[in-house]
């Protein structure tokens, strides 16, 4: 039965990593169709969604059947509640992808943001995309130093966002209402996905370590 129990915690592991995987892929195109106004990756991103809601579902129907047969206990127990919470955390990442994904095709053909904060947004998602990354091979090796790395690319982020915020609150801002709620939820959404990267971290390092960081941001 103690096979069988990890043979069960390391197929949720590998379902983690295959969702992690499917973020990488979603973050990656709509960051390109939201660069470039391509509405046909766009509405891919969007429809792939899906995929990842459905990954999410099955995930968590699994950890729960553990918790339900296998009655885990100490760490075990931890293992499983932080996977049902991590699921989440990459399915809500794969929704924000989505979101960019849904601007860019609610803006075709003219670009999100205007032209002098494009480089700022450029910027943003290539953060965006290598934190996915590296939560990816943290979810896969527990590699305490890729925390420390995950976090120091969402302060990134943040400062970027921050600088976008005071570029539109700015007076030489001379944008219309559209682009200035386009360019305020564009920004946003790239933040947060780099606040639920960083959720994911902290709870891979508690297990990794025993040393819990409390939570900063709202689930």
């Known amino acids: ?25 979603a973050i990656t195109r709509a960051s390109e169709a939201f660069r470039t106004s391509n509405v046909s990756l766009a509405e891919q991103v969007i429809a792939d969604d899906e995929k990842l809601d459905q990954l999410t579902v099955a995930l968590d129907e699994l950890a729960i059947n553990i ?33 960019i994904a849904q601007l860019a095709r609610f803006r075709f053909p003219e670009k999100v943001v205007p032209r002098e904060l494009r480089p700022t947004f450029d910027e943003m998602a290539a953060h965006d995309i ?21 976090r120091a690319e969402d302060d990134r982020l943040d400062e970027l966002h921050h600088s976008v915020f005071e570029r539109v609150l700015g007076e030489d801002w001379d ?19 780099g606040d639920h990267a960083v959720s994911i971290a902290k709870k891979v390092l508690y297990l990794a370590t025993g040393d819990w960081v409390p939570e900063t941001i709202d689930d």
């Open 1 to 25: 039965m103690r096979l069988v129990f990890q043979q069960e915690l390391h197929d949720v592991q590998d379902r983690l990593v295959e969702s992690a995987e499917l973020v990488v892929s």
């Open 67 to 99: 918790l339900a047969r296998q009655q885990p206990v100490a760490r075990d127990l931890r293992i499983v509640v932080s996977a049902l919470r991590i699921s989440a955390s990459l399915e809500r990442m794969g929704d924000i992808a989505a979101h």
């Open 175 to 193: 944008q219309d209402a559209a682009v200035t709620v386009d360019t305020t939820l564009a920004s946003r959404y790239h933040e947060r996905f």
């Open 130 to 150: 290598e934190v996915a990354r590296q939560v990816v091979e943290l979810l896969r090796t527990t590699d305490p130093r890729l925390a420390d790395s995950i």
